[in-house]
T-cell receptor, first 115, second 112 residues
Framework: DTEVTQTPKHLVMGMTNKKSLKCEQH?????MYWYKQKAKKPPELMFVYSYEKLSINESVPSRFSPECPNSSLLNLHLHALQPEDSALYLC??????????????FGQGTRLTVV | SQKIEQNSEALNIQEGKTATLTCNYT??????LQWYRQDPGRGPVFLLLIRENEKEKRKERLKVTFDTTLKQSLFHITASQPADSATYLC???????????FGAGTILRVKS
């Protein structure tokens, strides 16, 4: 199984709503990522988890709250978002082998629209 | 500040030709450099990884070079096909930490 599964595929939410994005992988990867991608732009790193601990937060607003409940799951909790937060949210994972780097596997993304 | 730059304009080539894409970086010392392909509305897909002490890597019709002196990587697709049309992203990786940062990407269009 070399898949990263993201749910839902599409999400429309109001600015006062609370919602969550989910990401799951069963490749034994211990590094998991959230990226945000706007149209015609590259993926922009938001958060990195290493062995279920948050290791990188790229100064993301607190209305985005990540969670890694176990080594296979990654969530992104959303609250009080703004229309400019509308984007494709990508989850990725890869092995965390110290100094040795490996390729990242990406999910298909959640297309989020904030109205 | 750190910058990763790729060809800003789309690259249009004829089927059968070699496509060459460029990735330049400044204020960065990556230990690894990776190339990904992304189709519209989908997540990036890994293509090749090259380490700082490797000059060149090949996989089927793909070749990547990494020049840490010039701070540049070149990505080549030989015998290009219309199915190769996509956005190609380079990504930089340091030795420590898990930060994987992407360049802006280059749109490649292969015409038959």
């Amino acid at each position: 199984d070399t898949e990263v599964t993201q749910t839902p595929k599409h999400l429309v939410m109001g600015m006062t709503n609370k919602k969550s994005l989910k990401c799951e992988q069963h490749m034994g990867h211990r590094a998991m990522y959230w990226y945000k991608q706007k149209a015609k732009k590259p993926p922009e790193l938001m958060f990195v988890y290493s062995y279920e601990k948050l290791s990188i937060n790229e100064s993301v607003p607190s209305r985005f709250s990540p969670e890694c409940p176990n080594s296979s799951l990654l969530n992104l909790h959303l609250h009080a978002l703004q229309p400019e937060d509308s984007a494709l949210y990508l989850c990725a994972s890869r092995h965390d082998w110290g100094r040795r780097r490996t390729e990242a596997f990406f999910g298909q993304g959640t297309r989020l629209t904030v109205v | 500040s750190q910058k990763i730059e790729q060809n800003s304009e789309a690259l249009n080539i004829q089927e059968g030709k070699t496509a060459t894409l460029t990735c330049n970086y400044t204020n960065y010392s990556p230990a690894y450099l990776q190339w990904y392909r992304q189709d519209p509305g989908r997540g990036p897909v890994f293509l090749l990884l090259i380490r700082e002490n490797e000059k060149e890597k090949r996989k089927e019709r793909l070749k990547v070079t990494f020049d840490t002196t010039l701070k540049q990587s070149l990505f080549h697709i030989t015998a290009s096909q219309p199915a190769d049309s996509a956005t190609y992203l380079c990504a930089l990786d340091r030795t420590y930490g898990n930060k994987l940062v992407f360049g802006a990407g280059t749109i490649l269009r292969v015409k038959s």
